[in-house]
Structures are given as C-alpha cells and as structure tokens.
C-alpha cells in the first residue's frame, strides 16, 4: 500500500501547479481517488475526486481553477491548479477508497489509504 506525493512548492497568486500521486498497484486499483488538502489550524477538506468511470467531484472553492485526472498506465493521479490564491495554501494529500459515498462527499473518515502529503504556499 503506497500513495506518494510530489510537486508541491511555494508560488505567487495566479500561478500554476501540477500535483502528481503516485499509486501502487493495489491501491490505484481502488475506486476512488481524491486529493483532500489541510491548513494550520482547519479540518482536511476534500478537493477534488475521480471514480474509476472518470466521474469527478470539485469544492466549489476550486471549480473551474483546479482539474483531477489519473493516469492508469502510471498508476497516478493528478490535480492541475491554475489561478492560485494565497486561501490554496495547505498541506495536499491524496487518497484512495472503494466506497462510492465517500468518493462523492469527499469524507476523509471514508477513505482507506493516505500519501505523506506536499505542502503547497501561495503568497499574494
């Protein structure tokens, strides 16, 4: 079971990142993938999620800025943030379940497995 996270950095507001997930193969073959991030002092909310079927969730605080996306001959999942804004800061961490609700809900409690995180900092 390994979920490793990498391409997080500091940037200015309205740059770009790209976070990338690496998966073994067990956990990559689960259902659902999300990222979920988590600020000093804030409870870890749900980002972004992507089903096996390619069916995606977005807070409506990244809607139309951030996109996920997996990558099953990598076994890797993706979020691409554009438009960054100094409220983006946090720790991002990706994570995989089978359980259908917690996919669509994005509930931590319902995902199974969690990468180590990578810190993203957006400055104004």
């Known amino acids: 079971v390994q979920l490793v996270e990498s391409g997080g950095g500091s940037v200015q507001a309205g740059n770009s990142l790209r976070l990338s997930c690496v998966a073994s193969e067990y956990t990559y073959s689960q259902y659902c993938m999300a990222w979920f991030r988590q600020a000093p002092g804030k409870e870890r909310e749900g980002v972004a999620s992507?089903?096996?079927?390619?069916?995606?969730t977005y807070a409506d605080s990244v809607k139309g800025r951030f996109t996920i996306s997996r990558d099953s001959a990598k076994n890797t999942l993706y979020l691409q943030m554009n438009s960054l804004k100094p409220e983006d800061t946090a720790m991002y961490y990706c994570?995989?379940?089978?359980?259908?609700?917690?996919?669509?809900?994005?509930?931590?409690?319902?995902?199974?497995?969690w990468g180590q995180g990578t810190q993203v900092t957006v400055s104004s």
């Open positions: 994570a995989t379940t089978n359980a259908v609700w917690a996919c669509k809900f994005m509930k931590p409690n319902g995902f199974d497995y």
């Open positions: 992507i089903g096996r079927d390619s069916s995606t």
